[in-house]
């Protein structure tokens, strides 16, 4: 089954980019939309946005202005950047993937901002 | 203030049934596929249902999932101590072109 992971720096600046790229596994990343989510500790869940493997996205107006998705199928990943982030960026992020494949979500990675 | 409205909190005893309500607006759960989400205390949200009613692989059928107009609701019977936990509803809203969320449902068994 499709498997999916997260990977990111753990700890970011503030006013600078976070980066965080998500590994898929068990299957082709060659279809459907891959999707981003954040937790902040002790909130609820935030829906960032999705990729398709056309490269076409859609983004949480929220975020819009500071949020970028990517692709590479060569490597079977979709990665996220947030530009600006302050402390208020500071969460678990979470990639999933599309229900057709089951759904799945990966444990998340702790991204704190802080100097 | 999260797009979709759940309540804070809910809860009910061993064995008994508990419901979960989401309610939205016709640009997010009237036109559009309901999914939910368990996350169990300090671990990764799961889905739960998806498409309004449908239970992914290995869910159990004590889970269940209806929508009716702009609102969707879990069922959850046979309620064990293994489900407290949050639940998320989430769907698509097609006005912001973006996936939105309920604040979370803390579920208690007691």
């Known amino acids: 089954q499709v498997q999916v992971q997260e990977s990111g720096p753990g700890l970011v600046k503030p006013s600078e980019t976070l980066s965080v790229t998500c590994t898929v596994s068990?299957?082709?990343?060659?279809?459907?939309?891959w999707t981003w989510f954040r937790q902040p500790a002790g909130k609820g869940l935030e829906w960032i946005g999705r990729?398709?493997?056309?490269?076409?996205?859609n983004y949480n107006p929220s975020l819009k202005s500071r949020v970028t998705l990517s692709i590479d199928t060569s490597k079977n990943q979709f990665s996220l950047q947030l530009s600006s982030v302050t402390a208020a960026d500071t969460a678990v992020y979470y990639c999933?993937?599309?229900?057709?494949?089951?759904?799945?979500w990966g444990q998340g990675t702790l991204v704190t901002v802080s100097s | 203030q999260s797009v979709l409205t759940q309540p804070p909190s809910v809860s009910a005893a061993p064995g008994q049934k508990v419901t979960i309500s989401c309610s939205g607006s016709?640009?997010?759960?009237?036109?559009?596929?309901v999914s939910w989400y368990q996350q169990l205390p300090g671990t990764a949200p799961k889905l739960l249902i998806y498409?309004?009613?449908n239970r992914p692989s290995g869910i159990p059928d004590r889970f269940s999932g209806s929508k009716s107009g702009t609102s969707a609701t879990l069922g959850i019977t046979g309620l064990q101590t293994g489900d407290e936990a949050d639940y998320y509803c989430?769907?698509?809203?097609?006005?912001?072109?973006?996936?939105?969320f309920g604040g979370g449902t803390k579920l208690t068994v007691l």
């Open positions: 016709s640009s997010n759960i009237g036109n559009n596929h």
């Open positions: 498409d309004n009613d």
């Open positions: 068990g299957g082709s990343i060659s279809r459907y939309s």
């Open positions: 999933a993937s599309p229900v057709a494949v089951g759904g799945h």
């Open positions: 990729i398709n493997t056309s490269g076409s996205t």
């Open positions: 989430g769907t698509w809203d097609s006005s912001l072109s973006s996936g939105v």
